[in-house]
């Protein structure tokens, strides 16, 4: 079944193993695989130790990431060039590690003016970061946000700190995944005793290899998509959506638009009309994507299980509970009883999902608002209400 699929990831040579040396290139090749180093998967020391395992203490040359795959990371059709500094707005590819995000600490100057400091966790990043964050005055009010600037590859982080305030931390986007992946699973390898005398390098800058890639030394499995669901449901992961989208791309690679196609036959299967749905992205961070409500009603009562074990209805936010509904209709007969799916952009929100009426009856339902006047707390509470008064309801 689809739900206990996986994603693989290799890792290949161009050259011999030599009295635990690799006289040649380490190649990672991947294929999409959104968990490794996040809320679904395991850690990077996970392939350092397999390595030892095989004897490996040192690498002659580089460690060069294989992201052909899937297309290569690029934004979504329209998606706002503002969104992509954000870690919900990091690039997806055949290569992710860590949810393509990173931390920036900004530590602030001791007095108004000094320029503040910046650290970058993991501090193996090779990517650039320009700090235009100035120190404000004493008790000043903290802004700081991330830009990707067009045409820049470089990060930017601007705003003001308060000056001798505590130190901010801002989540930001990895930049290119695959010199990400490459750049943090080098310095892994060297904390964990394997020399790697060359650099780190996406395939499309590493050039002709000098022995080509033969040998496949060893194979990494994902956790089964079941589990892979859970952070793309409950705490709404971009990553996650590009990746389980690409899973509609019958053949290699991967693209984009092959996994639209696909996506479009499996909808057409269930009954929804082609013009009843617009989808640009798996991430819904295009604002392009445009979607019935009737559809969403439509993919529900698919995908209903009347035992809620399936990994689809486990995979829910809980009102009350967890994910993104864990502070969400607390104290109502919603409580531990809605389970849907959020969806949240600048003057967007939506929630669909399941509930459980009064008199026990099981309903679907959706709700959206869109360009509204108010505030966003108030879109949120207006559907909770509404979500309440259904949970509350009865026919007799």
């Known amino acids: 079944m689809l739900f206990r699929s996986r994603f693989e990831s290799t890792i290949e040579t161009t050259g011999p193993i030599v009295d635990g040396v690799l006289k ?132 930017t982080v601007a705003g003001s700190v308060p000056a001798g305030g505590m130190n901010a931390r ?47 030394i060893y194979t990494y499995r994902s956790h089964p998509l079941a589990e892979l669901a859970q952070p793309m449901m409950k705490d709404s992961i971009n990553l996650y959506g590009e990746a389980m989208l690409r899973l509609n791309a019958m053949a290699a690679p991967r693209t984009n638009d092959a996994a639209l196609e696909g996506m479009q036959r499996r909808l057409a299967a269930w009954g929804v009309p082609k013009d009843a749905v617009q989808v640009i992205d798996g991430s819904g961070v295009s604002r392009r994507d445009v979607i019935a409500p009737e559809t969403l009603l439509a993919v529900l009562r698919r995908m209903y299980d009347p035992s809620e074990t399936s990994p689809w209805m486990m995979a829910m936010p809980v009102a009350g509970r967890d994910g993104t509904l864990a502070g969400r209709m607390k104290g109502t007969a919603a409580e531990n009883n809605v389970r849907a799916k959020t969806g949240t952009m600048s003057n967007v929100r939506s929630l669909a999902g399941y509930l459980r009426t009064r008199d026990g009856e099981r309903l679907a339902f959706a709700m959206m608002v869109n360009n509204f006047e108010g505030s966003g707390a108030q879109a949120v509470a207006a559907m909770d209400s509404i979500a309440v008064r259904l949970a509350n309801f009865s026919r007799n």
């Open 24 to 155: 040649g290139d380490l190649v990672v090749v991947g294929s999409g695989d959104p968990s490794l180093g996040g809320r679904a998967g395991d850690d990077l020391s996970v392939w350092a130790t397999a390595l030892k395992v095989m004897g490996i203490h040192a690498i002659e040359g580089r460690i060069v990431g294989d992201d052909d795959a899937l297309d290569d990371p690029r934004p979504g059709a329209m998606w706002a060039w503002d969104d992509l500094g954000y870690a919900f707005g990091a690039l997806y590819g055949a290569l992710n590690l860590a949810e393509n995000r990173m931390t920036v600490t900004v530590i602030p100057g001791a007095n108004e003016g000094e320029p503040p400091t910046l650290a970058l966790e993991p501090a193996s990043s090779a990517r650039q970061v320009i700090n235009r964050i100035v120190t404000g005055p004493r008790r000043s009010t903290q802004l700081i946000w991330p830009e990707q600037r067009p045409g820049e590859a470089a990060l």
């Open 170 to 216: 801002l989540n930001v986007s990895a930049g290119n995944p695959t010199e990400w992946f490459a750049s943090v699973l080098r310095q892994c390898l060297l904390d964990e005793g394997i020399d790697v005398a060359g650099e780190a390098v996406d395939i499309d800058e590493a050039g002709p290899f000098e022995q080509p890639v033969s040998t496949v």
